[in-house]
């Protein structure tokens, strides 16, 4: 069963871009109300589906069931096509029309380099209007390699060519973030071990972030330690000091 319910679109288009809406319906879409068709969650093995249905479950009979999924938001342009919208955008009151974290950067010229991304769930991927084939190929090689472009003046664009061959767009704001670590007694009260507190105090560390995504907590990152364990600290514990791999273009 679907429902009808208001989804509030960001002023910017850049925003809309990011889920791979084309640039001419995201300016035309772009700071507007409308109302979409909403889905609710399904829980895993609640209804027949066909083969060729995604993603699915097969029995020890051979038939074929739905997987879980996530509340989806989908909205129909006036070609009949349908576009996915993220969950967050559906809200009381319209989201911020400021430009998203980092999307400006203060370079000089032009340019394009390449950088590791670790990808989000399949369902995150697909809320961005990415095709299932793609997303699901996608999680059988991690880590990601993404283009990041910049220019003076202009949002940063983040590229990937999923399996199929196709370039898709990713929000910039999902690749690794670098971020400094609280003080020892901050770590500690957050349940973190005194002497992974002491080693990893006021330390700059690399971590995976997804806002807005399944994946990850809203308020928390997770850091591993040298030994591959991960600890979660409070976001607004840690200082953000920069974006991906490239730390000289970035800082």
Not at 194 to 203: F, L, Q, S, T
Not at 220 to 230: H, K, L, N, V
Request: aromatic share 10%; charged share 25%.
């Amino acid at each position: 069963m679907t429902e009808t319910r208001e989804v509030f679109l960001p002023k910017d288009a850049f925003q809309l871009e990011e889920r791979n809406l084309p640039a001419s319906l995201a300016r035309h879409l772009a700071g507007r109300t409308f109302p979409v068709q909403v889905l609710p969650e399904e829980s895993a093995l609640t209804r027949r589906v066909e083969s060729e249905d995604y993603p699915l479950l097969i029995d020890p009979e051979g038939t074929y069931w739905n997987d879980w999924r996530p509340l989806r938001v989908l909205f129909t342009d006036s070609e009949g096509k349908e576009w996915r919208l993220p969950r967050r955008w559906l809200a009381e009151s319209p989201i911020s029309s400021e430009a998203p974290l980092d999307a400006y950067c203060g370079v000089s010229r032009d340019t394009v380099f390449a950088e590791t991304m670790s990808l989000p769930s399949k369902w995150d991927l697909w809320e961005i209007n990415i095709p299932w084939e793609d997303v699901a190929r996608a999680h059988r090689t991690k880590p990601a390699m993404v283009e990041v472009h910049l220019s003076p003046g202009q949002p940063v664009k983040v590229f990937w060519r999923g399996p199929s061959g196709t370039i898709w767009r990713i929000p910039h704001d999902w690749r690794k973030r670098r971020v400094k670590l609280p003080e020892f007694s901050v770590l500690v009260s957050q349940g973190i071990p005194e002497d992974v507190g002491g080693e990893y105090a006021g330390r700059i560390v690399s971590v995976n972030y997804h806002p807005g995504t399944l994946c990850c907590l809203p308020e928390q990152y997770r850091f591993r330690d040298t030994e591959g364990r991960r600890w979660q600290v409070q976001i607004r514990n840690c200082a953000l000091v920069g974006f991906g791999d490239a730390e000289e273009l970035l800082a």
